[in-house]
């Protein structure tokens, strides 16, 4: 089965300093890290999203230093393909399932658990690859949102934990 890792909008801004710090996102980008060095040592595809704005300011505005992936994500993902996108479902307006090519199933994680990540997840095209989140290695603005989100996605099968992943 071929498998690709989708690592959503781990971006300067929803860390502290930036536009709309998140719930524990160093943690999370921690795991993250280890994580693409999971997949990579399996085979498994990393594709990076990034989300960028048209606006001239605020979150994720184009040009700004908010809106560039952490440095740590892109030194872990070496030479992976970054699908920039404008709107919450990474599959919406992108060229996300070109990458995805002979790709069985994805493994999806990232910030904005509510939001991104689910929408993603729930995207009809992740249809055919059989989308699973990686729950602790997603976040929130806060933990209640996140775990409601997860709850969620839980109850339509699509959540697991990173043991399960690359067990």
């Known amino acids: 089965m071929a498998r690709a890792l989708i690592v959503i909008d781990i971006q300067n801004d929803y860390f502290e300093g930036g536009v709309l710090p998140l719930h524990q996102a160093e943690a999370v980008e921690a795991g993250i890290v280890a994580a693409i060095g999971k997949a990579r040592s399996a085979g498994d595809r990393v594709i990076l999203v990034q989300h960028v704005s048209p606006a001239k300011q605020g979150l994720f505005a184009t040009g700004s230093t908010g809106a ?82 997860l709850s969620a996605l839980t109850s339509k099968g699509k959540v697991c934990g990173t043991a399960d992943a690359w067990s």
């Open 68 to 149: 560039e992936i952490r440095p740590a994500i892109r030194a872990a993902a070496g030479e992976a393909p970054v699908v920039v996108k404008q709107v919450a479902d990474a599959f919406q307006g992108t060229d996300l399932s070109d990458h995805l090519s002979g790709i069985d199933e994805v493994l999806i994680c990232g910030m904005m658990t509510q939001n991104c990540v689910v929408f993603t997840a729930m995207s009809r095209d992740a249809d055919p690859y059989a989308p699973r989140v990686i729950g602790e290695l997603c976040t929130a603005p806060s933990e209640i949102v996140h775990k409601v989100a």
